[in-house]
């Protein structure tokens, strides 16, 4: 019977493991459709927004200074910008609005699936870090 629970438990982390990076990667996708988007175009505003790029896509010839590399244009910074401010150019085309609703859809999924996670292995921590 232990050993049933114990294989059910793995079981169980390794699907929510599967779904928490599947998730994750389509978010980070859509993060690159989004920026990419703005790129090709409204240059002006790629340029104000400090010259962002995806967490795999990098516009190809394009120099920035590391402030902006790693502070404005940093995926990370874009990603949480993204994902709880709507600009105004977004809400102008149905294209960019797909996106950035695609961004934040999966980043919701994602989190369940870091929470489910958590709830997953911390009783298991728990069980092999009492005293019998």
């Known amino acids: 019977m ?3 629970l114990s294989l059910t438990g793995c079981s169980l982390m390794i699907i ?3 779904f928490v990076a599947t998730f994750w990667f389509r978010a980070m996708f859509a993060l690159d459709k989004l920026v990419k988007y703005e790129y090709e175009n409204l240059p002006e505003q790629w340029e104000k927004d400090g010259q962002p ?3 795999f896509w990098r516009p190809k010839g394009k120099k920035t200074n590391l402030f902006n ?3 404005r244009g940093n995926p990370g910074f874009v990603f949480f910008r993204f994902v709880f ?3 105004n150019w977004v809400k102008e ?3 960019p609005t797909s996106y950035i609703k695609q961004l934040r859809k999966f980043t919701l999924f994602w989190n369940i ?3 489910t996670l958590f709830f ?3 009783p298991a921590i728990l069980m092999v870090f009492t005293p019998q």
């Open 2 to 4: 232990d050993t049933l």
């Open 16 to 18: 929510s493991l599967g």
């Open 53 to 55: 790029h995806g967490m």
């Open 69 to 71: 590399r790693f502070i």
């Open 85 to 87: 401010t709507t600009p």
């Open 93 to 95: 085309s149905s294209e």
């Open 113 to 115: 699936g870091v929470i």
């Open 120 to 122: 997953l292995i911390f």
